[in-house]
């Protein structure tokens, strides 16, 4: 399974942006988010990678930072094999690299060494 994250970029505080992460690979009997939980993580510069937002594949359960609760939303497109995450009311404390991460799985965890599958990040700059 291959991950592609995309969407950063630099934006102004207040403003919206959203990222996508397209699952590649897996076999023609199982698609490659099957049976998976896909988590976003973020590492802004001096800091270490922390969890932003979850969802569970089977049943589309999330969960979400304390930071990003209402502003951000992680979603899934079954047809694309991809999960977005919506970011509204972006502040300038939101400024890092975003990836995205999956595992086997049907909870989501907020462990990031537990998660098998990265993609590269995309880089999400926020100013005052």
């Known amino acids: 399974v291959q991950l592609q994250a995309s969407g950063g970029g630099l934006v102004r505080a207040g403003d919206s942006l959203r990222l996508s992460c397209v699952a590649t690979?897996?076999?023609?009997?199982?698609?490659?988010?099957?049976?998976?939980?896909v988590n976003w993580f973020r590492q802004a510069p001096g800091k270490e990678r922390e969890f932003v937002a979850g969802i569970t594949w089977s049943g589309g359960s999330t969960d979400y930072a304390e930071s990003v609760k209402g502003r951000f939303t992680i979603s899934r497109d079954d047809a694309e094999n991809t999960v977005y995450l919506q970011m509204n009311s972006l502040k300038p404390e939101d400024t890092a690299v975003y990836s995205c991460?999956?595992?086997?799985?049907?909870?989501?965890?907020?462990?990031?060494?537990?998660?098998?599958?990265w993609g590269q990040g995309t880089l999400v700059t926020v100013s005052s």
């Open positions: 991460a999956a595992r086997t799985g049907f909870m989501v965890s907020k462990t990031a060494s537990v998660y098998d599958y």
């Open positions: 690979g897996g076999t023609l009997s199982e698609r490659p988010f099957s049976k998976r939980v």
